[in-house]
């Protein structure tokens, strides 16, 4: 089994729409929680970081559950340019804060349609 | 805005051929990182780097070698490129107290023929 997984996709949706991803993780201690966004064949990009109370930037929402150890990244409002690959990163930081072992999902690729 | 810069961007260089990716960072990042991505693929870290003169290998085997002598530049050597070589390299870095929250170059897109 992945230390992290996500679900490939790819997600087509309309313009509009609101869709959800879920990425899960396998090490409990687990300490630091991130989306990155991906657009073909470009550099990953930081997006957002997933905080215990959840948090919120514009149309996006992450939210940690850490009982069943699962993050989700939900896009409100969905627009043709939020077309990407969306890849969960998961950090079991160490006592000096290195994250020389972040953990990086496959990505879930999400198709916005006009 | 990132000010994390590779070069070149695009490489296609014959078998046998010794190469040298460039990296180099304005923002005086301690952390610096080289992952390898395949198209559709995950990345896989091969190098990193704490500061100067401090490096370690990665999560994945690489026949590649880096070195750190300045802080903002962390170039990745491979002595003798193979087809197998052929992906795209990424570098990255992050301050002292970002935690997973790297900084990307646009990548160097390599093909050994």
């Known amino acids: 089994r992945k230390e992290v997984e996500q679900d490939p996709g790819p997600f087509n949706v309309p313009e509009g729409a609101t869709v959800a991803f879920n990425c899960t993780y396998s090490n409990s201690a687990s300490q630091s929680f991130f989306w990155y966004r991906q657009d073909c064949r470009k550099e990953p990009k930081l997006l957002m970081s997933v905080y215990s109370s959840g948090n919120e930037d514009g149309r996006f929402t992450a939210q940690l559950n850490r009982a069943s150890q699962y993050i989700s990244l939900l896009i409100r409002d969905s627009k043709l340019s939020d077309s990407a690959t969306y890849l969960c990163v998961v950090n079991p930081w160490d006592n000096a804060g290195n994250n020389r072992k972040l953990i990086w999902g496959l990505g879930t690729s999400l198709a916005v349609n006009p | 805005e990132a000010d994390i810069y590779q070069t070149p961007r695009y490489l296609v260089i014959g078998t046998g051929k010794k190469i040298t990716l460039e990296c180099s960072q304005t923002?005086?990042?301690?952390?610096m990182y080289w992952y390898q991505q395949d198209p559709g693929m995950e990345l896989h870290l091969i190098h990193y780097s704490y500061g100067v003169n401090s490096t370690e290998k990665g999560d994945l085997s690489s026949e590649s070698t880096v070195s750190r002598i300045r802080t903002e530049h962390f170039p990745l050597t491979l002595e003798s490129a193979r087809p197998s070589h052929t992906s795209q390299y990424l570098c990255?870095?992050?301050?002292?107290?970002?935690?997973?929250?790297?900084?990307f170059g646009q990548g160097t897109r390599l093909t050994v023929v």
């Open positions: 923002m005086g990042h301690d952390k």
């Open positions: 990255a870095s992050s301050g002292v107290d970002r935690g997973g929250r790297l900084s």
